[in-house]
């Protein structure tokens, strides 16, 4: 079939892991559909991504004559290209009108094309890298990972975009922004992979009905398995009874018999064991997380017509909130507003010029979750620095986060996938008692299970949190409040 993507036996290994990424798999994609590729961070959505672009070697089939192109690919800073000679580099027949056109449906005015695009802000680099993806006709976009930079505005935005769009695969973990645009989902399970006609809400219920299905058969399995254990025990014993109470020649003749055929029962009694083990389906579960939290005595923050000033000016409209204990505030607002500046105030990381009132109480043990960029650890620094009995705690969180010590023990973290290294900085933060927990960009890379593992920890330990997230779900599900900074406009 032209224009289908065809795949058949897949099968893909890195030489340094001892489980394939994928196994035997076989899956038709239609070049029309508007498809979101959901798995646990790890399962290989990037690689996948790089099988179809002809980057790895594999074993099996597949076969297409699309033309893939993938997001993001960032222009060669030393260029100091506009956004728009970024847009017409591959696509020189395109008119200007053309460009502002799709300019408006990503909710960019059309000055921003004469703009060098490193000086864009993070969000306006990603509109621009898709607009580009989508100019190419004859292309079919992988898109792996579009909202990192996105707030939650953004997500509406490029989620609507993609929606008068169709022909493309689209990765992530915001399944509020795939609901948007996507007709299909395809996920990477653990064993598997499914695909399903609908949204992220469909597979989630079409995969909640199989689990509960496949639980309930691997309940009667379980059960058979013990009774077929128990005949097994019993049939063993039965022979070597009788043969060791037998006195005289024919007795002992008879309990050889005896015995003889107890084997033979034992033996197709474990072979039905091991099939019926086979069967077992392998549901995938995850473990609740704990938070250890002292809760801090006091009120933490308070902020009376407050902003931060900057050249004189305020960053964003004067905003008022308390933050008691157990209280989680959320902070939002457009990329830009001031989020990561006014955490960074509240920690008393810089100095600072402000307008208001405010009082600030931090609390000893703080909880730090910042953002990927930001960062200079990784996680042999991580590990060089916990004491052994962290180092075990440690590690057990990372396992319950979905990365198995087998797969970053010994490799390096150059070829970690992103939400593997994202869940090494979770791992950390919540390692110890904490009074208050201040967590920039909380589910950026992170899959959707440990999203919703963090949604049902922190609603159970109800930790003082002060976070800055763009995804809807993860906020409204983990919030008691939240604080919307508007970038103030200068007349
Ligand atoms: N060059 C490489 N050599 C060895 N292992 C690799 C290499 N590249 C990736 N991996 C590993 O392969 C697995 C799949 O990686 P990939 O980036 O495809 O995952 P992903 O599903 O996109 O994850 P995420 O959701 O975190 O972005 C991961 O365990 C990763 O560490």
Redesign the pocket.
Known sequence: MAGNILISNLSFK?P??IHP?FENITVNIDENWKLGLL?R???????FFKILLGDLDYDGNVQSSLIFKYFPIFPAPDNHLTAEEVLLQKNPMVERWELEMELSYMDLPAEVLDRDFYVLSGGEQTKILLVELFLNEGAFPLID?PTNNLDVHGRKVVGDYLNRKKGFIVVSHDQHFLNQFVDHTMAINKESIDVVKGDIDTWAYEKKNADELAEEKNQKLHHEINRLETVSKRVGTWGQMRENSSKDAAERRLAAKQMKRSKAIKKRTEEKIVEKQALIHNVETVEALKMRVDQPHKQVLLLRDFSILQNGRCLFEPVNIDVYPSERLFITGKNGAGKTTLLNFILGNGQFEVTGDYQIRLPDKISLLQQQNQLDEDHASILQQLTAEEKQSYLHLLRQLGSKRS?FAD?SSD??????QKKVFLANALLGNHSLFVWDEVTN?L?MMVIDQLIAAINKYKPTMIGVDHNEHFVSSAATKTLELIKKRNR
Not at 41 to 47: L, Q
Not at 415 to 420: I, P, T
Request: glycine share 18%; charged share 25%; hydrophobic share 15%.
């Open positions: 890195y340094s892991m990424l798995g961070n790890g399962r290989g959505k990037t690689s990972e797969s490799r070829h970690w996938s992103s939400g593997e890379y899959d």
